[in-house]
């Protein structure tokens, strides 16, 4: 299936991966200075709670996403949450209670969960399985573009104004998502939508190992970016002693793969080799690069580059691959599927935050970078079960 230039600007897709694409930096700034922002208001240790709790209400709003679609259809429902969005990163702005900025944190976090569920939906819908892995390598490059450069701007307006400042912009970039979902998205024919039960999900899920395993393999990642996220981000900022704007900078070159390699590893995943040989590499990559993290004690530009940008490779091959092999499975008829794949992805940062929180009471922070090394070696088990597509 080909079309041309002038043909796939004009299409849904296109619009779409615009939108993606913009909305991904409402995430993307915020996300590397979240846990510092968090700290600054509680303590080190509350921050992990306040990232499960986050976690929890975006699990919330998985389970009701799915009724709420049913009631009032995709494009009204994301342009609601959208406009909600909006105001919980004026309150982030402005608030001056602690509790109401924490509340506008853990409503902000739920309400993009949501929201990405709803661009799921419309990407599916516009999408065929034969081309399956180049939809899905788009569609994540456009989301990776804008985390690319976030941490690098995050850094600076941090360094140069304050957290609040990042808020306030992240606000004004929602003006321009909701021109776009006005104007592009209102004739959207919704699919019919089954309200989620996720007992009989499990039940349906159940036989099938394929996505069983894949669904695992999503969670693997997602704890992966929960923990280094949160924590990696202090580590270098309050251990190794990295300002914010280097950091940025590590951290931005360090997302390159996420740009560079998901469309044409998407594409190839369509055409001549299967998922499973590239998910076991991509988390031989995470779990080698990851452990190697407690050796470096300097504040080595170049080494820490290195090490983040081998593990975020890794983290860029799992992603792609998990996508398009679980939407290869799938289509937007299986809204329970999806949703509970999504789900299971953000139980991962219930689940990941809690337990580092545990561990810290035993070992040093760095101590838990060993650790999740480990678990990513121990998620091949899964990558390796599964039947490749092609």
Known sequence: ?????????????????????VFAFTSSIPAYINSSFIKSLTSEQA?????????????????????????????????FLSILYFLTFLGLAFFHSIFLILLSFLISGAISTAIYFNFDVFIEHNSFDIITGGIRGTYLTS????????????????????????FFIVALIMIP?????????????????????IF????????NKNIRNIIASGFMLQFFYSWMVIYGTIYLNHYIGFNFVTSGIIFSIALLPFVIVQVPLGYLADKK???????????????????????????SFVLWTIILFIGRTGAAIVEVMNDTYFFKQVNDKNLNVINFYRFVGSSAYVVAPL???ILMLFIPIYGIFYILGLLMIFAIRYTLTIKDTL
């Open 47 to 79: 921050v992990g709670v306040f990232f499960a709790l986050n976690a929890i209400f975006s699990l919330i709003a998985l389970l009701f996403v799915p009724k709420l679609l049913k009631k009032f259809g995709n494009y009204k429902l994301t342009l």
């Open 143 to 166: 989301l990776n573009l804008a985390w690319l450069f976030s941490p690098w701007l995050a850094g600076i307006i941090v360094e140069e104004f304050s957290f609040r400042m990042i």
């Open 355 to 357: 337990i580092a929180v």
């Open 273 to 299: 080799l299967g998922e499973k040989e590239l998910l076991t590499l991509g988390y031989i990559l995470m779990g080698v690069s990851t452990a190697i993290i407690p050796l470096i004690h300097n504040q």
């Open 1 to 21: 299936m080909t079309i041309n230039f002038s043909q796939f600007r004009k299409s849904k897709l296109f619009i779409l991966y615009i939108l993606s694409f």
């Open 200 to 207: 009989e999900t499990i039940k349906d899920i159940a036989p």
């Open 177 to 197: 998502i909701l021109f776009i979902i006005t104007s592009s998205l209102k004739d959207f024919n919704d699919p019919e939508y089954k309200t989620f039960n």
